[in-house]
């Protein structure tokens, strides 16, 4: 068994350390895990995608092929919609509900047209990660918000105490209680706007 993760949104938000969280926690769960940063700059406003591939085989190849995602996890709805064609027709799709235009972009697709470009697929959960960050005092955990989402969701085969973990050995002990009343907020927040289909099974 090998499952595909791929996590997109723009510089700054918080991707990488989302990405190692996750890798870390499936690590304790003992699979075999790959995290790759293969598109875009990890800088401020920038596209990125990260991939996690995780197996209980013994090789796994490093990124993700296009049409081979399991699972897109999206802090921006552009980024969600612009890696679509990395997904099989069967993926995950959980995303943040923000919208980031990209710098001098002189159009942009409106929510609602971005939404239905993402709900061409049958499980598809859209949340307000940034709505809850903001009333929380701070944008910058909306990635652990979205975390604690899929996790409680069972879209992840980790257990909760342990992704617990992987945040604190991920993060600096000062950000440690921000960040998990932000997985806490994100554990026990519902979907606005979800697609399900019902033959699809969870992971865990």
């Not at 710098?103 to 942009?108: F, L, Q, R, T």
């Not at 992987?166 to 519902?190: P, Q, T, V």
Request: proline share 3%; with cysteine; glycine share 8%.
């Amino acid at each position: 068994m090998i499952k595909n993760i791929l996590i997109t949104g723009v510089g700054g938000q918080g991707l990488l350390t989302l990405g190692k969280i996750i890798g870390s926690a499936l690590m304790k769960a003992d699979y075999n895990v790959r995290i790759a940063e293969t598109h875009g700059l990890s800088q401020r406003g920038g596209s990125v995608l990260v991939h996690v591939k995780f197996s209980d085989d013994e090789y796994i190849s490093p990124t993700i092929s296009p049409g081979y995602g399991d699972i897109e996890i999206s802090l921006e709805l552009i980024e969600a919609v612009r890696n679509l064609y990395m997904l099989k027709e069967d993926a995950i799709i959980v995303s943040n509900d923000l919208i980031l235009p990209p710098p001098a972009a002189k159009n942009v697709l409106s929510k609602e047209l971005l939404l239905n470009e993402l709900f061409h697929f049958n499980n598809v959960h859209i949340i307000s990660a940034s709505e809850k960050a903001l009333e929380l005092g701070n944008i910058s955990v909306t990635n652990i918000i979205m975390l604690g989402y899929i996790v409680n969701q069972g879209i992840l085969p980790v257990k909760k105490d342990i992704v617990v973990e992987s945040i604190k050995e991920n993060i600096r002990e000062k950000f440690w209680d921000i960040n998990l009343k932000a997985f806490e907020i994100g554990y026990k927040l519902e979907s606005y706007k979800k697609g399900l289909n019902k033959n699809c099974e969870k992971f865990g």
